[in-house]
T-cell receptor
């Protein structure tokens, strides 16, 4: 079974509007972390935002916020006031502990296109 | 500048040849990781290392080998046993700990001649 599911292969958003990228996860580990990364066409992975499983409040980093719904096992990324430079692939990832070591699992990504 | 350096940016492999991808970090991170990315796919873990002189296989280790002789360096060798090596390879590093954010290099694109 998929541990990280991103159901939107592609999304469009108008410049200056907000967009939500979906991510659901599956883990039995009570202590885990959730991450979002941006991958522009150049290829590098850029860290955007982190949410710990015990964090009480939703994480925010500038225009990025993470809508964390623990009971539903979802960790959606919200980008406010979209800019043309936000066009990229976005990956949701989960860190869990397996046999005493941290491992990351990535989703298949969502390609976001911001329209002028 | 602190960061993760991968080289080369582009690499070509001939049939039966082993090639080595370099990954160096000056962030003083304990953990280092190698991922493979195929077109339209997410990242798959090849190998990871939590400390010097120790590393573990990830989900797709067959046909690859690594070493971790120095904290700063984690080279990946794509051996001739890897029959489908064409992909984008990303190296990452991070601290060990609860908020273990991984930071990535710019990647190496490997193609077969």
């Amino acid at each position: 079974a998929q541990k990280i599911t991103q159901t939107q292969p592609g999304m469009f958003v108008q410049e200056k509007e907000a967009v939500t990228l979906d991510c659901t996860y599956d883990t039995s580990d009570p202590s885990y972390g959730l991450f979002w990364y941006k991958q522009p066409s150049s290829g590098e992975m850029i860290f955007l935002i982190y949410q710990g499983s015990y964090d009480q409040q939703n994480a925010t980093e500038g225009r990025y916020s993470l809508n964390f719904q623990k009971a539903r096992k979802s960790a959606n990324l919200v980008i406010s006031a979209s800019q043309l430079g936000d066009s990229a692939m976005y990956f949701c990832a989960m860190r869990e502990i397996t046999s005493g070591t941290y491992k990351y699992i990535f989703g298949t990504g969502t390609r976001l296109k911001v329209l002028a | 500048d602190g960061g993760i350096t991968q080289s080369p940016k582009y690499l070509f492999r001939k049939e039966g040849q082993n090639v080595t991808l370099s990954c160096e970090q000056n962030l003083n991170h304990d953990a280092m990781y190698w991922y493979r990315q195929d077109p339209g796919q997410g990242l798959r873990l090849i190998y990871y290392s939590q400390i010097v002189n120790d590393f573990q296989k990830g989900d797709i280790a067959e046909g690859y080998s690594v070493s971790r002789e120095k904290k700063e360096s984690f080279p990946l060798t794509v051996t001739s046993a890897q029959k489908n090596p064409t992909a984008f390879y990303l190296c990452a590093s991070g601290h060990r700990g609860l908020k273990n954010i991984q930071y990535f290099g710019a990647g190496t694109r490997l193609s077969v001649l």
